[in-house]
């Protein structure tokens, strides 16, 4: 038990002393604060984080404007070469639907499949005697 008096002792003693250590510290603004915390670090370091940073921040503008006009001459060139292409085939292709779909309604459901007409009227058997001769 005496081992326990003594340690809460000791701490209401550093209690004290951590009141009188906040009375004494005067309000600094945190600007005062880092530029008292750059005069620890020699000139050479700080110029030399300065030139980093300063580097690394002139990259990054730099890469934001390449990717910036990047982008707009890819986007644009895509427009103005691609998608006119694209339309047309888009196009060409709902020409052959609207036409097979034409040749089903006017010739039955088997004439959009063959493609064509074979002899008289698809999906019909030709005459005995107007059989193609195999050569």
């Not at 003693?13 to 510290?25: F, G, N, T, Y």
């Not at 750059?38 to 404007?65: C, H, I, N």
């Not at 103005?80 to 196009?91: A, D, Y």
């Not at 089903?104 to 019909?124: E, F, R, Y």
């Amino acid at each position: 038990m005496a081992e326990i008096e003594e340690i809460r002792r000791a701490e209401d003693e550093l209690d004290d002393d951590d009141d009188i250590d906040d009375e004494d510290i005067e309000d600094e603004t945190v600007f005062e604060r880092l530029v008292g915390l750059t005069e620890m670090f020699p000139d050479s370091m700080r110029s030399g984080v300065s030139g980093v940073a300063s580097l690394s921040l002139d990259g990054t503008k730099w890469l934001y404007q390449f990717t910036r006009r990047s982008l707009w001459v890819v986007s644009t060139s895509f427009m103005i070469l691609v998608l006119p292409v694209i339309f047309e085939t888009e196009k060409a292709q709902m020409e052959q639907q609207q036409l097979q779909q034409q040749r089903q309604i006017l010739l039955g459901p088997n004439a959009a499949v063959s493609g064509g007409m074979q002899g008289g009227l698809a999906g019909m058997p030709l005459p005995p005697g107007m059989q193609p001769q195999p050569r």
